[in-house]
């Protein structure tokens, strides 16, 4: 089992809809959870953090967390095909005394107009 | 903001040279790690630093080295390059041990082995 899984996809949705991205991951412990866009060729760019379980909005994008079930999950209204990108899901984890960040790696989000 | 800089964008080397390539962040991070991003494999850690002078072994580290001789910049050796060594790297910093706040990452440098 990975560590942080995501489906690869490509997410086609179309422009205006809300875009849905899931997650999950494998050690109980963690407690920071982020989401990274990448556009193609370019390096990932932090949009989303969480904390504790519910949700978290930020102007159209919302995280999700429940740690019960181990899952994250990013909403994204209204996308627009500036939105297309990959997503990265990224977990902290312990290790020998300070906490890495695992990535998936990532789903690919295609908005069509 | 916090700034990552990597030196170059894009870079083109040959097969058995050693190749640097440099990182260098602004805002007093403690933590500095290096990425190799591939499609279909994702990232996948090479080296991190914690400290100065400090570093640890990530998940691919074999063909690599790293230095950390002050505290904004981590540079990585490629000590005889390889063409399976083509890739996007990546250089990231997070503010400490916790990384509380997430990594930041630098542009990238693409770099391709002939």
């Known amino acids: 089992q990975k560590e942080v899984e995501q489906n690869s996809g490509p997410l086609s949705v179309p422009e205006g809809a809300i875009a849905s991205l899931n997650c999950t991951y494998s050690?109980?412990?963690?407690?920071?959870f982020f989401w990274y866009r990448q556009y193609s060729g370019k390096s990932p760019e932090l949009i989303m953090s969480?904390?504790?379980?519910g949700d978290k909005e930020d102007g159209r994008f919302t995280a999700q967390l429940n740690k019960a079930s181990q899952y994250v999950s990013l909403l994204i209204r209204d996308s627009q095909p500036s939105d297309s990108a990959t997503y990265l899901c990224?977990?902290?984890?312990?290790?020998?005394?300070?906490?890495?960040?695992?990535f998936g790696t990532g789903t690919r989000l295609l908005v069509s107009p | 903001d916090v700034k990552v800089t990597q030196s170059s964008r894009y870079l083109v080397k040959r097969t058995g040279e050693k190749v640097f390539l440099e990182c260098v962040q602004d805002?007093?991070?403690?933590?500095m790690f290096w990425y190799r991003q591939d499609p279909g494999l994702g990232l996948r850690l090479i080296y991190f630093?914690?400290?100065?002078?400090?570093?640890e072994k990530g998940d691919i580290p074999e063909g690599y080295s790293v230095s950390r001789e002050k505290k904004e910049r981590f540079s990585l050796i490629l000590e005889s390059a390889s063409t399976n060594q083509t890739s996007m790297y990546l250089c990231?910093?997070?503010?400490?041990?916790?990384?509380?706040?997430?990594?930041?990452f630098g542009s990238g440098t693409r770099l391709t082995v002939v």
């Open positions: 990231a910093s997070s503010f400490n041990r916790e990384s509380l706040y997430g990594y930041t």
């Open positions: 050690d109980r412990g963690s407690q920071s």
């Open positions: 969480i904390y504790s379980n």
């Open positions: 990224a977990v902290n984890k312990w290790n020998t005394g300070f906490q890495k960040l695992v």
């Open positions: 805002m007093d991070h403690e933590n």
């Open positions: 630093s914690y400290d100065v002078k400090m570093k």
